[in-house]
């Protein structure tokens, strides 16, 4: 939400993630320099004469981070401005996915959900990369574009983590679930070849914003481990290339129960959630060898003898992922137009910022007793402008 005041504009958080602790209001200013005086005000706890640790996630000021402690001071008549960061709050090598987009009731998509858990907490005297152990924590940040095209953001947390895990690799499922898998209970690039793998991947509910344990890895992956979703809603597991142990050579003391570490491991597994297994899986039609070519705003025909039991269509874009970050990442809802016996109609969002051009995996999900149960995907390939080059 923002406020204009007669000279100052303000932007501010009304539900900051760590509200109980805050107990001061502080102000970072915007970095725009055609429009001055402008202010992101941050909830705070005072933690010495003006210093405060920042208690909401901002998202409108560069280089700072929940859980940062900075320095203010009074300028242009105001008092506890930021000046600087003394001490981070950001988590390294955590892992974040963004939550299935959703049209609003006039069809617009205004708002976008951010997962994050995992990884190590920051503090102080240990800054990025942060601390040494990991962290079960696990929140959702939340970002709603008003009418009037102006931004809020509201951050919560969730249950925490089965097991804290450190460079784990988040996947979004069809369900609106996420599974998380591999890493290390320990920062493995502050200390190679002495950290435990965390084998036993866990799954995340939207519903009741928890995590559950479910299957255990065959090999042990920590760090430079990734994780795709298939076509099939099925989870490609692999990777793990260490560090050599404690900068010195590839040593191998797995048998002290420390994650392996003489070389890197080629080999791949494959995740299988509970819905691979039923037998009331819902099926598209005549799925084409390749990907079929849609243009934004279009209207796009799923042939399915369960349409009446169809409750979502989902576009997932297909993976580019490094180093647990896919900057491409997009699940999108997509509006069901009309529903007949046998085949729905769905509309695929117009604006370029919601569905940009690449390609794509549309499963539709099933409504049953035990929640929503995916189909495999047909491939969808959304198309944009051409790009062209200037020459002179």
């Known amino acids: 939400m923002a406020m204009t005041g007669a000279q100052q504009e303000f932007v501010v958080h009304q ?64 008092k506890y401005v930021v000046d600087k960061v003394v001490g981070s709050g950001m988590r390294g090598s955590t892992f974040s996915v963004m939550l299935p987009e959703k049209p609003d009731v006039n069809g617009q998509y205004r708002k976008a959900e951010f997962l994050t858990a995992g990884g190590v907490p920051t503090a102080v005297a240990a800054t990025s990369p942060g601390t040494y152990l990991a962290t079960a924590a696990s929140r959702i940040d939340s970002i709603t574009i008003g009418s009037d095209g102006r931004a809020s953001s509201v951050s919560r947390l969730t249950g925490p983590l089965a097991h804290a895990r450190w460079y784990t690799s988040g996947v979004l499922l069809p369900t609106g679930e996420v599974f998380t898998v591999s890493g290390a209970d320990r920062d493995e690039v502050a200390t190679p070849g002495l950290g435990f793998a965390v084998k036993r991947a866990a799954i995340f509910d939207p519903q009741t914003e928890t995590w559950k344990g479910v299957a255990t890895q065959h090999n042990p992956r920590t760090y430079h481990n990734t994780a795709v979703l298939l076509r099939d809603g099925r989870v490609l597991v692999g990777g793990h290339a260490p560090i050599t142990t404690a900068y010195l050579s590839n040593i191998d003391l797995s048998s002290l129960g420390f994650s392996p570490n003489d070389g890197r491991d080629p080999s791949f597994e494959i995740y299988s959630p509970p819905y691979v297994f039923r037998n009331d899986r819902p099926v598209i039609k005549n799925i084409p060898a390749g990907a079929v070519d849609v243009t934004r705003g279009q209207l796009v025909t799923v042939n399915t003898n369960q349409a009446p039991k169809i409750e979502s269509v989902v576009l997932i874009r297909r993976t580019a992922i490094t180093h647990l970050v896919d900057g491409d990442q997009r699940t999108i809802v997509l509006p069901i137009v009309s529903r007949g016996t046998s085949s729905l109609r769905v509309k695929i969002p117009a604006p370029a910022a919601v569905a940009p051009a690449g390609e794509y995996m549309l499963f539709i999900n099933a409504t049953t007793a035990d929640g929503p149960v995916p189909s495999v995907s047909t491939p969808l390939r959304v198309l944009g402008p051409v790009p062209t080059c200037a020459t002179g």
Do not use: M, Y
């Not at 001055?36 to 700072?64: G, M, N, S, T, Y």
């Open 15 to 78: 539900d900051p993630v760590w509200r109980e602790h805050a107990n001061f209001i502080v102000n970072a200013e915007l970095p725009e320099k055609d429009r001055p005086k402008r202010f992101e005000q941050l909830w705070a706890k005072q933690v010495a004469d003006a210093r405060f640790k920042v208690c909401c996630i901002p998202f409108f000021v560069f280089d700072l981070a929940l859980g940062d402690v900075v320095a203010t001071s009074s300028r242009e008549g105001r």
